[in-house]
């Protein structure tokens, strides 16, 4: 069975350009998140997914980061325009449903802001 | 709030040796508990959870991890550690207080196992 596909697995961009992620989860997962994680820390959860609706945002900085899980299955996070402190790496985790599943990480993107 | 601490930063530990990493939580309820692995440039990898039940939880690569309510630990433990383990490993709890079922990571151990 495949995991959770991030692609690209590296980006290097200079600040104010925008960015994109994408995101496949597993096979038949309905739920789906986005995590941060800066470099010697745990991930932060930045939006879920349940479907194609976005139950939990409240993380997410809204004012350049946007999500979308349109069919209910791939998603992209954007950041536009991307700040310096953005340079992390970002991951997606899908679950079968959210209350007590596991969650799988995909590899995540790591995203440099120059 | 929820919260997961992992006391140390790095854990070194000679190859044949028992491991152990150490993770403490805060929750409210019943908590539910988690080990991941990440290796470098890798996303993490599930290791074992606690939701309830037996104490002592058994996982992935011959790791174990043992619920300790009264003293709220859920330390992640092998009895004989290989160079190949050398990762960096995270712990987390469930958040189930706000609906959100999000997980809250600790900071992560850096486990480094010597030939």
């Known amino acids: 069975e495949a995991g959770v596909v991030q692609s690209p697995r590296y980006k290097i961009i200079e600040k104010k350009q925008p960015v994109a992620f994408w995101c496949n989860p597993i096979?038949?997962?309905?739920?789906l998140y986005w995590y941060l994680q800066n470099l010697g820390q745990g991930p932060e959860l930045l939006i879920r997914y349940e479907n194609e609706e976005a139950v939990d945002d409240s993380q997410l900085p809204k004012d350049r980061f946007s999500a979308e899980r349109l069919k209910g299955v791939d998603s992209t996070l954007k950041i536009q325009p991307a700040e310096l402190g953005d340079s992390a790496v970002y991951l997606c985790?899908?679950?079968?449903?959210?209350?007590?599943?596991?969650?799988?990480f995909g590899p995540g993107t790591r995203l440099t802001v120059l | 709030a929820q919260s997961v601490a992992q006391p140390e930063d790095q854990v070194n530990v000679a190859e044949g040796n028992p491991l152990t990493v150490k993770c403490t939580y805060s929750v409210s309820g019943n908590p539910y508990l988690f080990w991941y692995v990440q290796y470098p440039n890798r996303g993490l990898q599930f290791l074992l959870k606690?939701?309830?039940?037996?104490?002592l939880v058994k996982g992935s690569y011959g790791f174990e991890a043992e619920f300790n309510k009264s003293q709220t630990s859920f330390h992640l433990k092998k009895p004989s550690a290989l160079v190949s383990d050398s990762a960096l490993y995270f712990c987390?709890?469930?958040?189930?207080?706000?609906?959100?079922?999000?997980?809250?990571f600790g900071t992560g151990t850096r486990l480094k196992v010597l030939a």
């Open positions: 606690y939701i309830t039940g037996d104490n």
């Open positions: 096979s038949g997962h309905n739920t």
């Open positions: 985790a899908s679950s079968l449903h959210s209350s007590t599943d596991t969650q799988y």
């Open positions: 987390a709890v469930r958040d189930l207080t706000s609906g959100t079922y999000k997980y809250i």
